[in-house]
Nanobody, 118 residues
Framework: VQLQASGGGLVQAGGSLRLSCAASVRTFGSYRMGWFRQAPGKEREFVAG????????AYADAVKGRFTISRDNAKNTVYLQMNSLKPEDTAVYYCAAGSKFKQGYGYWGQGTLVTVSS
């Protein structure tokens, strides 16, 4: 599984960005997808996840109500819509994939940088 994230950039506080992650896999619908982020000097943290079957979602408390994860199985792509961005959202954002036959996320993309200016 190869993952290619895109959509990062520089945005002012209060603005919006949409990240995309394209997966090169034949059975995209069999993978849970997630977004993680790592800010400078901090550990990587979970941001949002979406299930493979019913597209149920989960969010970190810090982004609930502001970020929305979605997937398009026909395009092998997962999205992260980020609204009301804050400077503390500045980080490298990584998409990840996990097979429904295993726990966790076993595949990672290269990351895309999001910088939110105050």
């Amino acid at each position: 599984v190869q993952l290619q994230a895109s959509g990062g950039g520089l945005v002012q506080a209060g603005g919006s960005l949409r990240l995309s992650c394209a997966a090169s896999v034949r059975t995209f619908g069999s993978y849970r997808m997630g977004w993680f982020r790592q800010a400078p000097g901090k550990e990587r943290e979970f941001v949002a996840g979406i299930n493979w079957s019913d597209s149920s979602t989960a969010y970190a408390d810090a982004v609930k109500g502001r970020f929305t994860i979605s997937r398009d199985n026909a395009k092998n792509t997962v999205y992260l819509q980020m609204n009301s961005l804050k400077p503390e959202d500045t980080a490298v954002y990584y998409c990840a994939a996990g097979s429904k036959f295993k726990q966790g996320y076993g595949y990672w993309g290269q990351g895309t940088l999001v910088t939110v200016s105050s």
